[in-house]
């Protein structure tokens, strides 16, 4: 009988999750769409903005296979009621706070299902990862640095996702002000 996700140790949870890349697959998009229109019914009553962000919104670079979507509700709304329609719809709450929350769908016991989400939900407003995604598509180079740097720490990292996503924040960063210049803001 297998362990439920939620009494694993984080490296038991990282030996059954490794970090992998696969080229671009076009059916992230409508993956991610469908999950938005699903997201954006569950929420209505908070008037979300809801975005594919992530790598596997990036056409031409290879990526985890998991959809990143972010949900931005407003500063004002009952946190805790967002967070108990998230549980209840089958998502895992894997971080809260007053102003950020993380849940994943996708993960079983067994491993990786077909289709994996990660759903980040912020206050209105706060989405770098948005203007992040859209520098990355405008400039297809900086694009293929970015999938270069995350093949290179696949070996160190695959079954590290705090050290991989540690391991990118200087490139983030650099884009970050990158985009500030090409774009203003």
Not at 23 to 35: F, G, I, T, V
Request: charge should be negative; include cysteine; proline fraction near 5%.
């Amino acid at each position: 009988m297998s362990k439920d996700l939620k009494d694993m140790t984080l490296k038991e949870l990282w030996e059954l999750f490794p970090i992998f890349l696969a080229p671009h697959n076009p059916d992230w998009h409508e993956w991610a769409r469908e999950e938005i229109i699903a997201l954006s019914d569950l929420l209505e009553d908070h008037s979300p903005i809801i975005n594919h962000i992530g790598s596997t919104a990036i056409p031409g670079i290879q990526a985890k296979p998991t959809i990143d979507i972010l949900v931005e509700i407003a500063p004002d709304a009952d946190w805790q009621r967002v967070r108990a329609m998230m549980e209840d719809a089958g998502y895992i709450c894997m971080s809260f706070s007053d102003n950020r929350m993380s849940f994943n769908k996708g993960y079983a016991p067994v491993g990786y299902a077909d289709k994996v989400f990660h759903v980040h939900v912020h206050r209105i407003g706060d989405n770098d990862e948005i203007l992040f995604r859209d520098y990355l598509i405008a400039h297809p180079e900086s694009a293929k640095e970015y999938e270069k740097l995350k093949l290179s720490l696949l070996p160190k990292y695959k079954n590290n996702r705090d050290g991989y996503t540690e391991a990118k924040t200087d490139f983030i960063k650099r884009i970050m002000e990158l985009n500030s210049a090409y774009y203003g803001k």
